[in-house]
């Protein structure tokens, strides 16, 4: 189906709901609940969900001993091995709750790129699918490191939504909507709608979300709506404490019109 609007979303067929490393770690390893909460009352009216979920490093820090993000590429990968891990269980445990099984998806952009490996993803995406298992995705951290230099998963949940041809995308950071500057600044006004083809030139994005344990920001979440916006797929950005209200339709965030399918 094509959705159109925020109003839509609640019966759409296929989502892609991408979670930023903030929103889930430390101080907010609670809000897991929440995200999970909202995704299993969509999975229960029959949409299939994709949860695009980073967090791997933040999560594994303290499981190193150390208090703040390293500077090292080798250690982040490190700490994403140990934190994935970690990850997965804090969400299987509280699907749990709801008897949904989790299975986990690590991807490479290159794997996206490249034919052979990018039908294997899809075919396994449609089929842990149809047999109604939540899939979560992340970057695999180990061989890649393109989302952790610079967009905490909101290129590769792009190119997840643009492969798994969902009917849209959700984009949750820490902050409730785009603003036309930083949105603590005086006079910054939340962008409600992006017509398809504005490339929102004279915004000045300061960073959201993920300040100290992930490397989104505004600027990445922009140009990860354009990838799924060129392909067909709509994109909301919102605050993961918004996620209920999201996947019900509310008229939040910022809304990215959606190019025609390709
Ligand atoms: N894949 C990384 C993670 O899950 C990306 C987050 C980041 O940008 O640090 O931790």
Known sequence: MTVTGRNELSSARRLVVKVGSSS??????G????????????????TEVVLVSSGAIATGLPYLKL???PDDLATQQAAAAVGQN??????Q???DRYGITAGQVLLTAGDLENPTHRNNAESAMDRLLSLRILPIVNENDTVATHEIRFGDNDRLAALVAVLVKADAMVLLSDVDA???RPPHEKGAERIEYVTYGDKLEGVE??????AGVGTGGAATKVSAAH???DAGVPVLVTAASMVAQALAGDEIGTWFEAGSRR
Do not use: K, P
């Not at 889930?24 to 390893?29: H, L, M, R």
């Not at 809000?31 to 029959?46: F, N, P, S, T, Y």
């Open 24 to 29: 889930i770690s430390g101080e907010n390893a």
């Open 31 to 46: 809000q897991i609940e929440v995200i999970v909460d909202a995704l299993a009352a969509a999975h229960a009216h029959g």
């Open 67 to 69: 208090d703040v993000r």
């Open 86 to 91: 970690v990850l997965i269980y804090r969400y």
């Open 93 to 95: 445990d509280s699907l």
């Open 178 to 180: 785009l603003y036309t």
């Open 205 to 210: 994005f300061g960073s959201i979300g993920a």
């Open 227 to 229: 990838v799924a916006t």
